[in-house]
């Protein structure tokens, strides 16, 4: 009896401390997800602040903590100035105790977070960011690129156009990173696949007048007008092709299209582009269902980022939870081991290089006659593989996948 009772009390005493050294793993005794993304400028519509609430969405659905650890959320509004973005996770690392940083839109602003995360050892999500450098020639053991990322969107978009006939092609791109990567990776599968590339016109960040760069293609004679920038450029270097009748000589090929951005413009003007997305709130059940649930808050649909940033969010919380602790390299190594199932993929998977690797989708934007209720705005034409759609192993510049 003496004995049993001993051995209940170390048994006792053996849990508590397990316990207690479980709870422990939790620095500074709460799980902190800081989010740095655009909320005001170009871009801000896309992500922005309802990245933001998708995000404190999954916070709520994990019922606010983790085994008694408090979620906190931080969030702060880069500008589009990757100066901004570094010191800010840098000073979130250092003294804020963040443990999880997800990045929204601009590649410079991922980029340069990547950079202090990897310093730091603290896992980073990249969501809105497209540039393939993310998980390629700056690829780091501590950075996950989440949502799409610019050779997906060239190896859709670009492939289906050229295969269609578009063979000439003049882009116009956004003067930074991002743009950058997306003319360069689209300009490659248009030539793999016997196109040309009649030039290319750079534009800054959130330009305001494109008439002199809208000229200059007209000039070239190329079929195709590549669009390499996204939100507010995307739209508003549409709205001028329109108004300068370049639609009339050439065809546009928006390569990155947020639903967000078809709203904007309308059907009419939209109508018959292609796009390639990662997601789409009509996809199907479980899509609709948590879109409806974002609806009710943000009074509009989501975007592929805005899905992401709540999916992202959620398979981070649930490794936490799932291991005890909010340590970023072991919760990174559960992550990479386990598959991604929810409403924004089935059967993702995080790569040794950091590219989540899911399905993609080739749209077409519908007609006005062919949309029957509001924000249904997409077809969908083709499924890409994500073995298809991301640069494989043998393309690789990552020292971690080689």
Known sequence: MKRTAIAIAASAAWA????????????????????????????????????????????????????????????????????????????????????MLIGGTNSGTNLAMAKIASEKKKLFI????????????????????????????????????????????????????????????????????????????????????FSSFLLQAQASKAQILGLANAGGDTINAIKAANEFGVTKTMKLAGLLMFINDVHSLGLKMTQGMYLTDGWYWDQNDESRAWS????????????????????????YLNAVKTLGTDDSEKVLAYMKKTKINDMFTKNGEIRPDGRMVHDMYLMQVKTPAESKYPWDYYKVIATIPGAQAYATKAETKCALWK
């Open 16 to 99: 508590l401390g397990f316990s207690f050294s479980a709870q422990a793993q939790v620095s500074g005794d709460t799980i902190k997800i800081g989010f740095i993304t655009d909320l005001s400028g170009t871009y801000s519509d896309v992500d922005g602040n309802g990245g933001a609430e998708a995000i404190k969405m999954a916070i709520a659905d994990m019922g606010g903590a983790i085994n008694g650890k408090k979620i906190e959320f931080l969030l702060v509004d880069h500008q589009n100035k990757a100066d901004i973005a570094a010191s800010k996770a840098r000073e979130w690392f250092d003294q804020q105790g963040v443990d």
């Open 126 to 209: 990249a969501i809105g960011a497209g540039s393939a450098r993310l998980t390629n020639e700056e690829c780091t053991p501590f950075t996950v690129h989440y949502a799409y990322d610019t050779i997906a969107l060239a190896r859709g978009t670009g492939s289906t156009i050229v295969k269609q006939g578009g063979k000439s092609w003049y882009f116009l791109s956004a003067d930074y990173a991002f743009g950058q990567s997306l003319e360069r990776d689209t300009a490659e599968v248009v030539k793999a696949n016997g196109g040309t590339v009649m030039g290319t016109s750079k534009h800054p960040l959130a330009a305001s007048d």
């Open 292 to 315: 409806k649930r974002y609806f009710a808050k943000m009074k509009k649909e989501p975007s592929m980022l805005q899905a992401a940033d709540y999916s992202a969010t959620m398979t």
